[in-house]
Structure formats: C-alpha cells, structure tokens
C-alpha cells in the first residue's frame, strides 16, 4: 500500500469512524497501550539496545545518545503521561455555539477532530507514545515518522500501540507508521487525505517542509527570541533572568539569542549581566558601540538573524522600548520575547506590539512551553498565527463544525419576507 | 513602491501600531468612513456609472451587471452595514485563558489582530467597504484587489475610506489597494510581511491562489452539497428542502449539486420531489439505475464531483446513512451537507460522520451563510479545518498571543526542585 492509498483509506474509513467514537472508547485504548507497553517493556528495552548499539557504532554523540535511549524511568513517564491524558476532560464535542436562529432551527458549534494528521519527528522514542496517544485522544488518525537512529524502537514500540488501539476496539489504520526517509516526501503530497502536518525537528528539516507542501503545516521554524532590558529595568531581575533565559539549556528553541539593552542602563545594569553570562562561559558578541563594556566579537546589523543554540549571545543597545519592539519584529521568529522593566506602561506597550505567540515580562524566555503553561501534554510550538499559536496542547487538535437542525426549513421563506430571523443564544 | 515593500512597512510599522489601538479609535475610524462615504456619494455614482458603461461596451451580461452596480441602495446597505460592526463587540484583547502557574507568574491569553491580511474579491463594489471596514474593526492592514470590472468605482471608494481612517487617526498603510493583475503574483510572494490570504471568487480562481503561495489561505474552492433523503425522512418536507437547496439561488457555493436518496425511498418520495424539480425546469441527471424514475440523461460514478452552479441536479441511489456519508466524504467539498430524516440516530450518525464544515438535518443547505447563522458580517466561507472553518465573521480574522508577567522569575527554579508550578485557572 503506498502512503498515498494509505492516507486514502484513513481519510474515507478510520477518520469518520474515529472522529464518532466515545470518550470511553478512546480512554480505555489509551489505558489498552499503557498496559500493553508495561507488559512489553523488555521487548521494547532490547529493541532499544540495537539501536543504542548502532549509535555507538556510529559515532552517534552522547548528548544525542540520551534522547535516543529508552529506559525504565522514559517508560515510566511515559505511563504517567499516559494517565494524565486519559484524565484530561475530553476535547470532542464541546458545544461553543447553540443558537437557535429562528423557531425550530438551532444552530450548534462543536469540537471535532481535525482528522488525518502527519507527524514527523525527531529520534526519541517517548516522542512516539506521546504524539501517538494524543492523537487517539482528540480522535485523530496519525501518520507517524521518527528519527531513523531510534528505528528498531519505534517499530517495537508502534506495534504494541496499535495493537492496543484495535484489540481496544478503535479503527484499522487509525495509526501507520513510516520507516522510509522517502515516505515523507509521499506524505507531503497527500493533500486531500492529510489535513494537517506537524513537523519537529531542525531549523532547516522545518523550513523544507513548510516549502513542499500544499497541506497546513504547524510547527515553528527559527527561534530567535529576545530579552530586552529596559531603562526602568531591576538589576537583580536583569542578571538573573539573562542568565536563566541564555544558559538554563541552550540547544532549544525558547532559550534567549539576542540581548536588547535601553542606552541608559548599559553602564550600570549591562554590566552586571556581562560578568552572570562570562562566569556561565557564554561567548558576547555586540555592535562596535557596545565593544567598550563587553570586549567582545563585533557584529553587524544582519547577524541578529542568527539562531545559535549554543553558549553565544548577542547584544545591541536601544533608545527606547519602541526600537526594541521594531528590532524584534524585524529580526525575530515571533516566538518568544521578554521585557524587564517595572515601568507597567513599557511592560504593557512591548506585549501589545511585540508580533510574537509569547509575550513575556519580567520572566525568563525558557518558561515558553506547553507542561509550563499547564496544558498537560504538548504538541509542539507553533509560530504560525491561524489556528493554534504558541506551546500547542490537546486544543490544537480539534476544529469544529457547524450543525444546523431545522423542520423543513427553507431559505426562501426567508428571502421572501414570509420569515424572519430571530437570533436567540440558548 | 513594489507591494513587497508596501507590505513590509505594513508588517513592521502599520500593523503593530493598529493591534495596540483601542476600540474606540477603530470604531470613530469606522463612524468617520460612513460619514465620508456619505457626502461623497455622486463621486461615487460618476465612478459607478463609468463601470457600467464599460460594461456595457464590453458586453458584460445583466446578472453580472447588477453586482457591478453601486447605487443608493447598495450604498445605505453598506452604511447599515459599518453601523451594524461599531456596534459590534471589540474581537481584540480578549482574555481566554487567565492561570497563576505559581505564586506571582500569571499566564494570559488575549485575542489580538492576525496582522496584514491580503483579500482578492469579486467585481462588487460593496465587498470593498465590507472588507476594508471588517479589516479596520479587527485591527488588521489590508492590501485590497477587487475585480478589474469596477476599477473605476474601487479606486474612489478606497481613496475616501483610507482618508476617513488616517484623518481619524488610524496608522498610514493601514490599508492598501493593489489595481493591476500582476499585483496578486506579487502578493502571493510576500510571505513573512503577509499573514493570511482570503481569495474569493471562481473554483479555478481561489485553487490558482492555494497552489500558487506559501502564505496560508482560508477560503474554499469547490461547493459541492449534498442533500440526502433518508428512508425515514418525511416527503413533504424532502420535496421543500430539495427545491429550495437546488433553485433558491443556484449559483452559489451553498445550493445542492447531489441529491443522495435511500432505495427504500425511490418510488414513494423520490417521484414527489423530481416533480417538484421539473416544475422549476431543473435538469436531472442520474445513475442508470435511477432511469425509470427520472428519465433524465445518465451518469457515471465521476459525473458526481462537479460543481454545476445551474439548474443541473446529479442523483444517486443509496442503501443506507453509511452508505450516504461515504459517497460525500469522497465526492463532496467538505462544505455543507444534509439529511432528511425523522430518524434522530441517523442524524446524529450522518453529522457525526460527514466530515464537512456545516452538516444540516431537515433544512436547507442554502441556510449555511454568515448572515443567516447571526454573526453579523461575513468575510467568507472556509472549506480549510484550520483556524476558522464554515462560515467566518470578525472572530475568523483574530488569534491570540500569550502574555506571562513574572517578578523575576526563572526556569533553573523549577528544573532543580527549588520551586514547583502550582497552577491555578484565575
């Protein structure tokens, strides 16, 4: 069956199917996998030793090694992920209109699942129980397609969960999995059966899915986020929450790249954050103006487009809280961006006009994610502004429709004048 | 100036100064435009009736000549129609989501403007002051393109309305009006300064514009509506909803094209309702099966995914609700479908299942319309399931942005077991 026929088949058959059944029925799936992964688990540790193997025998480094790996205590998160989802209130059918239009003709909005769904992601098995079991609980079919160095797992570790899924009593191919490099490029092509794609991943891996495509795409590409500090700006916030927003983890895609400095605080708040950043080993690089107090790489205009992901920063100094929001809204990702300034006006003119999913003040950039929001499991951080924005939860993965339940009612009678609407929210 | 750098200005410098404007600013913008159109309306009418003669020259024919037409009565339509959107509740800076996540973090979700919204609409006059209007209300720039038939008209009804805004102090660029054909290629290459694009018009037209940019679209292409008579509906009001989904108004997006009806029903209903066809000259097309009933010229499987926007109507017999559901999600536009039943679980199976933005029981698919589902103003209909779907009034063209206020706040806390979250919905 090719990708396309696949996808076909989920569209016309599992979709509808799944997008009908209960909560209950989904509930006791996903309790099915979590039962079924915990009776597997040596299964799924021994598959997961051959792909350790190779990575060794690769030259895989060790900080990619740790992702790859799935032990008891991935397995055991993954179980309570699992129970925390099955708790979660269910997505489906929510009623966010009921109107009745005129006598006997109700109008009805209600949360459905988006439908046919492509997830591509990075090598880390726990990524596929999480996206695979969220799927299933908004009533979506996945198309699944994970890191090639984690392959052996992921076929152990699909194959429990599907099983689960249809001895549980969900739809045939209501998940497929890939193993083919080839395969996404199949997928990207499916526009009709696939409604939506969300890729995870590199920068550029992002980019090249975002440009082959005609199907929606969710997801964030660059994340050149920006932690501005103003002339109203505590110095004790100011190094503390650089430092956290710079070092906490550098390889992410919240973590601060770019430093904006308000000219009146350069020299007596900036550096205090220099010496925080230099004593974490953090490379300052600047404009010429600000070479004096950092002595550091000089750098051009052009360079703040730049995403390091790494012990680098770069810094500039501004006049005010409007160059900032200017310099951000050009350079940035519209991902996240902070101010610090106990000045509420500053505070309250950077949130309204800074162009970004995330919008902080006086907190770290890190703080940009799904479990620190509250949202229980994430999807995946979306830059994009049409439909969901930001860390994406459960509530990025249902749309809704419209049902319109009349007694032979007919629009005629209305344009004729016999009729008339009567707008009534129940 | 090229429309790339009309529209860059419009993202970097217009569009963050009109997302931080208050609603009394856009709504006295608003009250200022239909005051300007007002007292200008001869110039209008001059401009109108230059259109019309170039119409007439070129042989445009009549019902498209009336769209083109601006005269009193379409211009107090669109009068009522700015009255009705100042009235009209702000869609911005709305709270959706207020969350301590730990003592003195708060989490915010408030509505705000998507940005620069580029809209390419049919040869209508009033779609120009019902767009630019509903963009000013929702704190969106807008580059307009209207229909090349009423140039003439379009360009003195922008010049008075991006007057009216800017002497009412809304921001330069706010609003833009592109007039040469070449332009829209132009504006479907400025993805990063254009956040969505709204096509409407023809099949063809808005399909070009899908597969032609990598800016996101909402709109839809095709209309293909179903109607189907269940075995359990009632005939009189099968014979109603059928003639009045087919002929009120046939070339719409709304009107049924397939008429799927249950074989338990083909020789007591199905003759009532081809009669009642008949008698409003429709022509009926059907499988051969059907031939002895309706006499009408015969089709094949493929015949049933076309849009024929006349006096046309295709019929096909089914066995059953399920078998009514999956003739639609193949061969329908996912716009809008409906069923005649007096049976409550078929209903409630047919709406489950149908896997289109508005899904009607015992009613009219022509009532699937902003207009007539309350939301005041229309901006279009979405086949997409992304952000809005169905019909979409002003809450179609915001998003959201998170805002999270902290008092030095950092993640290091929280990853090292100082802090732990506490999350509190507000």
């Given at each position: 069956?090719?990708?396309?026929?696949?996808?076909?088949?989920?569209?016309?058959?599992?979709?509808?199917?799944?997008?009908?059944?209960?909560?209950?029925?989904?509930?006791?799936?996903?309790?099915?996998?979590?039962?079924?992964?915990?009776?597997?688990?040596?299964?799924?540790?021994?598959?997961n030793a051959k792909d350790l193997a190779n990575a060794d025998a690769s030259g895989v480094p060790t900080p990619v090694k740790k992702r790859l790996k799935f032990d008891?205590a991935k397995?055991?998160?993954?179980?309570?992920?699992?129970?925390?989802?099955?708790?979660?209130?269910?997505?489906?059918?929510?009623?966010?209109?009921?109107?009745?239009?005129?006598?006997?003709?109700?109008?009805?909005?209600?949360?459905?699942?988006?439908?046919?769904?492509?997830?591509?992601?990075e090598a880390r098995p726990d990524?596929?129980?999480?996206?695979?079991?969220?799927?299933?609980?908004?009533?979506?079919?996945?198309?699944?397609?994970?890191g090639s160095e984690t392959r052996t797992t992921?076929?152990?570790?699909?194959?429990?969960?599907?099983?689960?899924?249809?001895?549980?009593?969900?739809?045939?191919?209501?998940?497929?999995?890939?193993?083919?490099?080839?395969?996404?490029?199949?997928?990207?092509?499916?526009?009709?059966?696939?409604?939506?794609?969300?890729?995870?991943?590199?920068?550029?891996?992002?980019?090249?899915?975002?440009?082959?495509?005609?199907?929606?795409?969710?997801?964030?590409?660059?994340?050149?986020?920006?932690?501005?500090?103003?002339?109203?700006?505590?110095?004790?916030?100011?190094?503390?929450?650089?430092?956290?927003?710079?070092?906490?983890?550098?390889s992410?895609?919240?973590?601060?790249?770019?430093?904006?400095?308000?000219?009146?605080?350069?020299?007596?708040?900036?550096?205090?954050?220099?010496?925080?950043?230099?004593?974490?080993?953090?490379?300052?690089?600047?404009?010429?103006?600000?070479?004096?107090?950092?002595?550091?790489?000089?750098?051009?205009?052009?360079?703040?487009?730049?995403?390091?992901?790494?012990?680098?920063?770069?810094?500039?100094?501004?006049?005010?809280?409007?160059?900032?929001?200017?310099?951000?809204?050009?350079?940035?990702?519209?991902?996240?961006?902070?101010?610090?300034?106990?000045?509420?006006?500053?505070?309250?003119?950077?949130?309204?006009?800074?162009?970004?999913?995330?919008?902080?003040?006086?907190?770290?950039?890190?703080?940009?994610?799904?479990?620190?929001?509250?949202?229980?499991?994430?999807?995946?951080?979306?830059?994009?502004?049409?439909?969901?924005?930001?860390?994406?939860?459960?509530?990025?993965?249902?749309?809704?429709?419209?049902?319109?339940?009349?007694?032979?009612?007919?629009?005629?009678?209305?344009?004729?004048?016999?009729?008339?609407?009567?707008?009534?929210?129940?």
């Amino acid at each position: 069956m090719t990708i396309n026929e696949l996808t076909r088949k989920m569209k016309l058959i599992s979709s509808p199917q799944l997008s009908a059944s209960s909560s209950d029925a989904r509930n006791k799936a996903l309790l099915a996998i979590a039962e079924a992964l915990k009776e597997n688990s040596e299964k799924i540790f021994e598959a997961n030793a051959k792909d350790l193997a190779n990575a060794d025998a690769s030259g895989v480094p060790t900080p990619v090694k740790k992702r790859l790996k799935f032990d008891e205590a991935k397995l055991s998160g993954c179980l309570s992920g699992i129970a925390d989802l099955v708790n979660l209130e269910d997505p489906l059918r929510k009623v966010t209109l009921d109107r009745e239009l005129d006598e006997g003709l109700v109008l009805t909005r209600l949360t459905c699942p988006i439908g046919v769904i492509g997830v591509i992601f990075e090598a880390r098995p726990d990524a596929l129980v999480q996206i695979s079991t969220l799927c299933l609980k908004s009533g979506n079919c996945a198309v699944l397609k994970g890191g090639s160095e984690t392959r052996t797992t992921n076929r152990v570790l699909f194959d429990i969960i599907y099983e689960a899924a249809l001895s549980a009593g969900l739809p045939e191919n209501c998940l497929a999995l890939c193993e083919e490099r080839s395969e996404i490029s199949e997928l990207l092509k499916c526009e009709g059966n696939v409604d939506l794609i969300i890729p995870r991943g590199s920068n550029a891996f992002v980019r090249y899915i975002m440009d082959n495509t005609h199907i929606p795409v969710m997801g964030h590409a660059d994340g050149i986020c920006h932690t501005y500090i103003d002339a109203a700006a505590d110095a004790e916030k100011a190094v503390k929450i650089v430092t956290d927003a710079k070092t906490q983890y550098v390889s992410v895609c919240n973590a601060t790249e770019t430093l904006l400095v308000n000219r009146n605080v350069v020299n007596t708040i900036l550096p205090k954050v220099r010496d925080a950043l230099l004593a974490k080993n953090v490379k300052i690089r600047s404009t010429a103006e600000l070479a004096p107090v950092l002595n550091g790489e000089i750098i051009a205009d052009d360079d703040f487009a730049n995403e390091y992901l790494d012990y680098i920063i770069a810094v500039k100094a501004v006049d005010s809280v409007d160059e900032a929001i200017a310099h951000i809204n050009r350079f940035g990702s519209h991902h996240t961006d902070a101010i610090i300034t106990e000045d509420r006006a500053a505070a309250d003119r950077f949130c309204a006009l800074v162009d970004s999913a995330d919008v902080f003040v006086n907190c770290s950039t890190r703080f940009a994610d799904g479990y620190r929001f509250g949202f229980g499991a994430e999807v995946g951080i979306s830059t994009g502004k049409l439909h969901a924005r930001g860390p994406v939860g459960l509530e990025g993965l249902v749309t809704y429709k419209y049902r319109l339940e009349g007694n032979g009612h007919i629009v005629a009678d209305y344009a004729e004048g016999r009729r008339s609407f009567n707008f009534k929210d129940l």
